[in-house]
């Protein structure tokens, strides 16, 4: 258990709707990562935010959006889904920004149908 | 621009065999970080080995082991005996940077599966 925590674990959603992700960090964790897992695009970084701050984004679509919290926990939304939005999203978390370990939650996977 | 590559698709064993995990990185930096993780049947990503490329010590713990070396851009998984347990994808990664800055990005290579039969 790397005590990162994410919900929901699943979603099973129908295209053109909006949903919602929600991480929880490691406790004393600064550092917000999210990632995107797909068979075709493997694991691909979204964007990070450290400290309530956005830090760095990836290849992030217009239609996802994030935000870190005072309490820092992070949400992910996920706008106008496509079927090709499906895959597995992970939090990641770290103690600072930079190059510290990122340990990893357990996933929430996405169905959209 | 960086990049991570691990060639083997898909690796299979038998059990207590030894096995190594290629990965061959491409960056202009002087000073990055390698990492791998491992995703199990079950999906998680556990963090194995953090590298900073100072550090080219080999580095051992247990039954896994690390071999770095910057001549080649190589920074390579062993696992020695190896159990039915291990069976997952194997993830070598690369810290991103945009010149004297760290983005925190990881840039992952495509994984190996390993699947240890018994």
């Known amino acids: 258990d790397s005590g990162v925590t994410q919900t929901p674990k699943h979603l099973i959603t129908a295209t053109g709707q909006r949903v919602t992700l929600r991480c929880s960090p490691r406790?004393?964790?600064?550092?917000v990562y999210w990632y995107q897992q797909s068979l075709d695009q493997g694991l691909q970084f979204l964007i990070h935010?450290?400290?309530?701050?956005?830090?760095a984004k990836g290849n992030i679509l217009e239609r996802f959006s994030a935000q870190q919290f005072p309490d820092l926990h992070s949400e992910l939304n996920l706008s106008s889904l496509e079927l090709g939005d499906s895959a597995l999203y992970f939090c990641?978390?770290?103690?600072?920004?930079?190059?510290?370990?990122?340990?990893f939650g357990p996933g929430t996977r996405l169905l959209v149908l | 621009a960086q990049k991570v590559t691990q060639a083997q698709t898909e690796i299979s064993v038998v059990e207590k065999e030894d096995v190594t995990l290629d990965c061959v990185y491409e960056t202009r930096d002087t000073t990055y970080y390698l990492f791998w993780y491992k995703q199990p049947p079950s999906g998680e990503l556990v963090f194995l080995i953090r590298?900073?490329?100072?550090?080219?010590q080999n580095e051992i713990s247990g039954r896994y082991s690390w071999n770095f070396q910057k001549s080649t851009s190589s920074f390579n998984f062993t696992i020695t005996a190896s159990q039915v347990v291990d069976s997952a994808v194997y993830f070598c990664a690369l810290s991103e940077s945009l010149g004297s800055s760290n983005t925190g990005k990881l840039i992952f290579g495509q994984g190996t599966t390993l699947q240890v039969k018994p």
């Open positions: 990641a978390s770290s103690a600072l920004a930079g190059v510290e370990t990122q340990y």
């Open positions: 935010y450290y400290n309530g701050e956005e830090r």
């Open positions: 406790s004393g964790d600064l550092s």
């Open positions: 590298r900073n490329s100072f550090d080219e």
